[in-house]
């Protein structure tokens, strides 16, 4: 009877467009249709899209990355890049659990090898205080109650306020976020599998992963919704 009422209340919306659905599913139909997985041409590392010689894509050729390998299942485009802008910028906290339960199903192969710990890319203080809420935080607490895993708060923090990565070259995200992430040491010995909603030229997964290692980590993964097309 409380899960009809709730749903009486607040009907079954589509996740990207918010057009109320007789059932409830992460999209709806005409969403559905447009969503875009990530192709299965990647670099085997970073998941940055394209065929590259040795399936290793020109960043991670000249710059190895700190972390072994990260996954996303969507392309950031269509109706998927509208449901995490809606998340992350338009307040809407109540799509972390829909999100989260997305990834776990989109992921199971990745995830049956993925370390257990959940880490999320956190937001510094003053954003949060902006915001309301931390969506990778959310992301990861829900992802971890669908798949029976830990995520912990306070395992990584923001040291400095960056601006957005939105808009910068790449250049001047890896600049900005240089050394903007401290890690607890309670992360010493640990598999850690970070966790945030868009990978774009992994500029500040790679500050957190570096911050994660030096504190003794012993392996970084990334997971995240979506992967941008970074690279020309």
């Not at 299942?73 to 997305?102: M, N, Q, S």
Request: hydrophobic share 40%.
């Amino acid at each position: 009877m409380l899960q009809e009422l709730l749903e009486l209340l607040y009907p079954p919306a589509c996740i990207a467009c918010a057009k109320v659905m007789p059932v409830r599913a992460p999209f709806c139909e005409t969403c559905d249709l447009a969503v875009e997985r990530l192709p299965t041409s990647r670099c085997r590392t970073c998941a940055e899209p394209g065929s590259f010689p040795g399936d290793t894509c020109p960043r991670c050729r000249t710059s190895p990355p700190p972390f072994s390998r990260a996954w996303a299942p969507f392309a950031h485009e269509g109706p998927v890049a509208r449901a995490i802008h809606r998340f992350k910028y338009e307040d809407h906290p109540e799509l972390a659990p829909t999100l989260a339960e997305l990834l776990a199903s989109e992921c199971r192969q990745f995830l049956a090898q993925a370390p257990g710990l959940l880490v999320a890319l956190p937001l510094h203080n003053r954003r949060f205080r902006e915001r309301k809420y931390d969506q990778a935080q959310l992301l990861a607490g829900g992802l971890a109650q669908a798949t029976g895993r830990e995520a912990p708060v306070g395992l990584l923090s923001r040291a400095r306020e960056t601006r957005r990565q939105v808009g910068l070259s790449e250049a001047e995200r890896a600049h900005n976020v240089a050394g903007a992430f401290t890690a607890s040491p309670s992360v010493a010995g640990q598999d850690i599998l970070l966790v945030d909603d868009v990978l774009t030229t992994g500029a500040t997964v790679r500050a957190a992963a570096i911050a994660l290692r030096e504190a003794g980590a012993t392996r970084v993964e990334i997971l995240t919704l979506a992967r941008a097309f970074s690279l020309t």
